[in-house]
């Protein structure tokens, strides 16, 4: 079966840092581009970033960009979701996704609380 | 970056209903486009890519259309399952991130 599963969510102050973590399963991870999705709640989907399959290039929403580092393992089939300086603004629930042509596989999130 | 405007932001229908739902790009993406389905609680689900391409498993009555700047959803007779936020997004460049569309909530008329 096709799976990814998010991990890492948790309640962080301002400022504070969070690894998010996404295993794959089922698919032949290293083929593929994976990016990261969040959605504040009662909110749209917004795209945060992606990293190419070999891990050789990335790109970031101005958003979160020089806070938050995008990296994968391969070996491990595993994708990372470095977030640093995180405010308020960056609460949501946080998707990894992917897909040859569009976004056809999705975890099931892992929620990020940012609060004191 | 690339915009990509949705309308109606919400619409209230009955089952049984042919529905449409636009989508337009701030620049060209020819047909790099996709449209989601998201239930409350859950992840999205890909319906089409490719602007008119019906991802495998999701029923004939929905379909895609258009190029360039203007795209449709459409969905030819709702179902009760149906009634859920639907988003497209542009899948043309990374550069500036794969843009979503800010949702269109279809609701139970």
């Known amino acids: 079966e096709v799976q990814l599963v998010e991990s890492g969510g948790g309640l962080v102050q301002p400022g504070g840092s969070l690894r998010l973590s996404c295993a794959a399963s089922?698919?032949?991870?290293?083929?593929?581009?994976m990016h990261w999705v969040r959605q504040a709640p009662g909110k749209g989907l917004v795209w945060v970033s992606r990293?190419?399959?070999?891990?050789?290039?990335?790109s970031y929403a101005d958003s979160v960009k020089g806070r938050f580092t995008i990296s994968r393992d391969n070996a491990r089939k595993t994708l990372y979701l470095q977030m640093n300086s995180l405010r308020a603004e960056d609460a949501a629930v946080y998707f990894c996704a992917s897909g040859r042509r569009a976004f056809d596989i999705w975890g099931q999130g892992t929620m990020v609380t940012v609060s004191s | 970056d690339i915009q990509m405007t949705q309308s109606p932001s919400s619409l209230s229908a009955s089952v049984g209903d042919r529905v449409s739902i636009t989508c337009r790009a701030s620049q060209n993406i020819g047909s790099y486009l996709a449209w989601y389905q998201q239930k409350a609680g859950k992840a999205p689900k890909l319906l089409i890519y490719?602007?008119?391409s019906l991802q495998s498993g999701v029923p004939s009555r929905f379909s895609g259309s258009g190029s360039v700047t203007y795209f449709t959803l459409t969905i030819s007779s709702l179902q009760p399952e149906d009634f859920a936020t639907y988003y497209c997004?542009?899948?043309?460049?990374?550069?500036?991130?794969?843009?979503f569309g800010q949702g269109t909530k279809l609701e139970i008329k």
């Open positions: 089922g698919f032949t991870f290293s083929n593929y581009w």
């Open positions: 490719g602007a008119s």
């Open positions: 990293i190419n399959n070999d891990a050789t290039g990335t």
């Open positions: 997004q542009q899948t043309y460049t990374t550069l500036v991130g794969y843009t």
